[in-house]
């Protein structure tokens, strides 16, 4: 039997009514998920910075000579010179060879004669200054053994001390050919000089102060004079051995040079 397209249609509706009619629903479109925010990331650890390098400092190297310091006599020194005088005439020698240098950790001096050494220190010149020494005298002989400041071609404040206990202090001036001439401002003599008979037992501490016009020596830590003199105003500083008439043996185990 044929079927028109609109018979076709008109029982297919009715089909469709039989069977409730309702029309099939559309499946639900799924939910939309929630927007997926990025999860929060780890803690991001700290950028480390290196350290800038350092640039290394070099040392200070230590300066050949010092202004103030103590010198030991570990090695000669061409910063200690020294010049001769004639202890009979009282007349500084030119070009006189000496053998005074260091032995055995000592500034050494072997004096033959009545000769009088200084030894004095170049670098620097001083104003006000302090100076101390040990000093020990290897024989059983008369001498003295000095200290000095304010030392120019034209002259110096000199202490004297003798290791029979007394000691002179000068105002030292150069004339022409070289002679001195001492200009005796202090004397007296001290008990705390250790005097001695037996070889290297003989040491003592000199030590003297040259600031402004005032003069001072000391005597083993002891003050022993303490003056005025106005004359001389800077110069360097130095030691000095005398002997008179026989030979003299006397080692400086140090010298300070410091501010007053």
């Known amino acids: 039997m044929k079927v028109n397209k609109l018979n076709f249609l008109i029982l297919l509706a009715l089909i469709l009514s039989a069977c409730g009619g309702s029309k099939p629903a559309a499946p639900s479109a799924p939910e939309k998920p929630a927007a997926v925010t990025d999860a929060p990331s780890a803690t991001k650890p700290p950028t480390i910075t290196e350290p800038p390098t ?9 300066p ?3 202004q103030y310091f103590t010198e030991e006599f570990d090695k000669d020194s061409k910063y200690w010179t020294y010049f001769v005088m004639d202890g009979w005439n009282s007349v500084i020698v030119p070009n006189e060879k ?3 240098g260091v032995k055995d950790g000592s500034l050494s001096f072997d004096l033959p004669k009545t000769l009088w050494i200084y030894s004095t220190y170049d670098p620097f010149e001083y104003a006000d200054v302090r100076v101390e020494a040990q000093a020990e005298n290897i024989g059983t002989n008369n001498n003295n053994v000095s200290l000095f400041c304010r030392y120019t071609k034209d002259g110096w404040y000199e202490f004297n001390v003798a290791n029979n206990g007394l000691y002179w202090i000068f105002r030292a001036t150069v004339k022409g050919g070289g002679a001195v001439s001492y200009t005796l ?3 007296g003599g001290s008990n705390k000089i250790v005097q001695g008979n037996t070889p290297g037992k003989n040491t003592n501490i000199y030590a003297i102060t040259c600031k402004g016009d005032t003069l001072s020596l000391f005597i083993n830590d002891k003050p ?3 003056f005025k003199d106005s004359k001389l105003k800077s110069g360097k500083v130095g030691v000095s051995v005398s002997a008179f008439g ?3 043996n006397v080692n400086f185990n140090w010298v300070k040079i410091s501010q007053p």
């Open 185 to 187: 401002l202090q004397q």
């Open 246 to 248: 026989t030979a003299v």
């Open 98 to 100: 000496y053998a005074l």
């Open 54 to 62: 350092a640039t290394p400092i070099p040392p200070t190297a230590t």
């Open 224 to 226: 022993t004079k303490k």
């Open 64 to 66: 050949e000579f010092q």
